[in-house]
T-cell receptor, first 110, second 117 residues
Framework: SQQGEEDPQALSIQEGENATMNCSYK?????LQWYRQNSGRGLVHLIL?????REKHSGRLRVTLDTSKKSSSLLITASRAADTASYFC??????????FGSGTKLNVKP | GAVVSQHPSWVICKSGTSVKIECRSL??????MFWYRQFPKQSLMLMAT?????????EQGVEKDKFLINHASLTLSTLTVTSAHPEDSSFYIC?????????????FGSGTQLSVL
């Protein structure tokens, strides 16, 4: 990818379990964002964390950021079948362009 | 929330023809729009940044003459795939940045699946 890697590439869990996906990026950032993509559709913004923040919560989502390691993680708690989608992290190194990671495909089995 | 409309959703064309994809911001103004390309099971690759009233900025390796971008107004950007060939078949997605209070995040169109025969 243009920006970095995410792992795992694919994750399959049971409904009710937690899902954790990780993102690594290459350059310094202003903020890091996570997006969700349902199959064959556009992306939807989930959460934004700024470079001076270490952790952020939004509903069942928890995002952490470690700028020293250039990495971030997204935790979805108590997953639901409707959470099945691909998840991407995105950064804007220059403040004007957004680059996306390779994505994690999450499958939540009912 | 901000809405971005992208048309068409899918298009099939013959090799050698040109295809135009439209991206509109419906309820906000977007001085900057982004065009991405996505291959099956892969990430989004930024192709170009579309700036209203000026030339687009293309990423390294993207052919300017192949992928023509026009951003004539604050609500409309178009991507024209010229003389399309089968290797241009892909999923193209546009996104826009809201100038208002949500200016740090992107709003995406629903994408266009292009199939070149």
């Amino acid at each position: 990818s243009q920006q970095g890697e995410e792992d795992p590439q694919a994750l399959s869990i049971q409904e009710g379990e937690n899902a954790t996906m990780n993102c690594s990026y290459k350059t310094s950032i202003n903020n890091l964002q996570w997006y969700r993509q349902n199959s064959g559709r556009g992306l939807v913004h989930l959460i934004l964390i700024r470079s001076n923040e270490r952790e952020k919560h939004s509903g069942r989502l928890r995002v952490t950021l470690d700028t020293s390691k250039k990495s971030s993680s997204l935790l979805i708690t108590a997953s639901r079948a409707a959470d099945t989608a691909s998840y991407f992290c995105a950064t804007d190194p220059s403040g004007n362009k957004f680059y996306f990671g390779s994505g994690t495909k999450l499958n939540v089995k009912p | 929330g901000a809405v971005v409309s992208q048309h068409p959703s899918w298009v099939i064309c013959k090799s050698g023809t040109s295809v135009k994809i439209e991206c509109r911001s419906l309820d906000f103004q977007a001085t900057t729009m982004f065009w991405y390309r996505q291959f099956p099971k892969q990430s989004l690759m930024l192709m170009a940044t579309s700036n209203e009233g000026s030339k687009a900025t293309y990423e390294q390796g993207v052919e300017k003459d192949k992928f023509l971008i026009n951003h004539a107004s604050l609500t409309l950007s178009t991507l024209t795939v010229t003389s399309a060939h089968p290797e241009d078949s892909s999923f193209y997605i546009c996104s826009a940045r809201d100038l208002g209070i949500f200016n740090e995040k992107l709003f995406f169109g629903s994408g266009t699946q292009l199939s070149v025969l």
